[in-house]
């Protein structure tokens, strides 16, 4: 099958969708497809143009209106455009990533979209998120640029059952258009290392995000403090962002910052701290899917997260983790001090956590989903 793969960013590289284009791409390849990459992104001045329409004095609404108004949906769309005549006839289907720009109406072709989240979802859900901070107006044209990108698929892929619920409800494509897929690690699945039925070492929390208050780190936080009354020795260790935390206000606390998996040893040192720790923690108030789970139980890692979103679909509670109500962290401080002083559960848990996701949440699962309804469709008149 011959696709083309439109994204915003560079599909090659880990630039697009933070890295998840580029690793459905290699999956699309590895089964034998034809796919040729596109990056619908405007350039440099193309962008300055864009800034400088969606310009408010306030600063959040700016950024929303920058990643979401309408200037860059239709410079984006017009690059799809371009993209499209000049490969028309070198494909067989269209498969678009997102819906900030729109391609599917320039082409003959049966065509794709893939998401994570949509504005319904992320308006709803998203109290402090991009689309929170658009007026009213502004929110009702984001939904019905995003509602004619999906209308007009032949099927819209979703990451999760959460997602596709919405495009059911809240935009109204039919049922049988839309399809969950999941989603994978963006992880080197022949460089995972081996599975450790116990670690050495002081019982230590895991948490890996690069937004700390919408991951629900705070939260997190709060209830270490209570951990560490239990369990003394107990460390908690933050990856991927730096929030303001005085060490003397937080014994027990470890900040390694941001870890670049595209660096050079970047999966070594992600999988060393995946290592390290006894169980995973990202209560997370809004999570569009929540790969570092996938990630996490990749390399046995037990995981506890919140009940929202698309997190319940992945941790299956009581098997490979636990699920908590969100924002509540007495229900935490007493899930992470029973995975911390119950080590034998823990070891029974770690197995199950790997079959899990290798059996449900990996790129090439994602791309034999995905292949199966492309190809009927080419089939279909």
């Known amino acids: 099958m011959r696709i083309l793969l439109l994204a915003e960013g560079d599909p090659e590289t880990w ?6 284009s580029r690793s459905l791409l290699r999956a699309l390849r590895g089964m034998g497809h034809h796919v040729i990459a596109a990056d619908v992104s405007q350039g440099w001045l193309g962008r300055w143009a864009v800034l400088a329409s969606s310009w408010v004095p306030d600063r959040r609404r700016w950024v929303a209106r920058f990643h979401l108004g309408p200037w860059g949906f239709q410079r984006r769309s017009r690059r ?13 289907v269209v498969l678009q990533i997102g819906a900030t720009f729109d391609a599917l109406r320039w082409t003959d072709r049966p065509a794709f979209v893939y998401c994570d989240a949509n504005a319904s979802l992320a308006g709803r859900d998203a109290p402090v998120g991009d689309v929170a901070a658009l007026r009213p107006f502004e929110q009702e044209a ?6 004619a990108v999906y209308i007009q698929a032949n099927t819209v892929f979703a990451m999760s059952e959460y997602l596709r619920r919405s495009f059911i409800v809240d935009f109204g494509v039919p049922a049988q258009a839309v399809e969950t897929v999941f989603a994978g690690a963006n992880l080197d699945l022949e460089s995972l290392p081996p599975l450790i039925d116990k670690r050495d070492g002081p019982p230590t929390i895991l948490f890996v995000g690069k937004q700390w208050e919408r991951k629900g780190g705070p939260l997190v936080l709060d209830a270490f403090r209570g951990v560490r009354a239990a369990v003394p020795d107990a460390r908690l260790v933050i990856v991927g962002c730096t929030p303001p935390i005085p060490a003397d206000s937080a014994p027990g606390v470890e900040v390694v910052g941001r870890v670049a998996k595209d660096s050079a040893n970047g999966q070594t040192a992600l999988s060393a701290l995946y290592h390290s720790a006894d169980v995973f923690c990202m209560p997370s108030l809004f999570e569009p899917f929540g790969v570092v789970f996938i990630e996490a139980m990749l390399h046995g890692l037990p995981c506890i997260g919140s009940d929202r979103c698309a997190i319940p679909e992945i941790i299956s509670h009581g098997e490979t983790g636990w699920v908590v109500p969100a924002n509540d962290v007495a229900m935490l401080r007493q899930r992470l001090i029973g995975a911390l002083t119950r080590t034998d559960a823990l070891a029974a848990m770690r197995r199950r ?11 090439e699962r994602v791309a034999e989903r995905v292949s199966v309804i492309m190809s009927s469709a080419m089939a279909r008149p």
């Not at 630039?15 to 998840?20: E, K, L, Q, T, Y």
């Not at 799809?80 to 067989?92: C, F, I, M, T, Y």
């Not at 984001?142 to 509602?147: G, I, N, S």
């Not at 996701?357 to 790129?363: D, G, K």
Request: glycine content about 2%; overall charge positive; charged content about 35%.
């Open 15 to 20: 630039d697009s969708w933070s890295g998840s």
């Open 80 to 92: 799809a455009r371009a993209v499209l005549a000049q490969h028309a006839r070198e494909v067989d």
């Open 142 to 147: 984001v939904l019905a640029r995003e509602r």
């Open 353 to 363: 956590c790997r079959e899990r996701a290798l059996r449900f949440f990996t790129w």
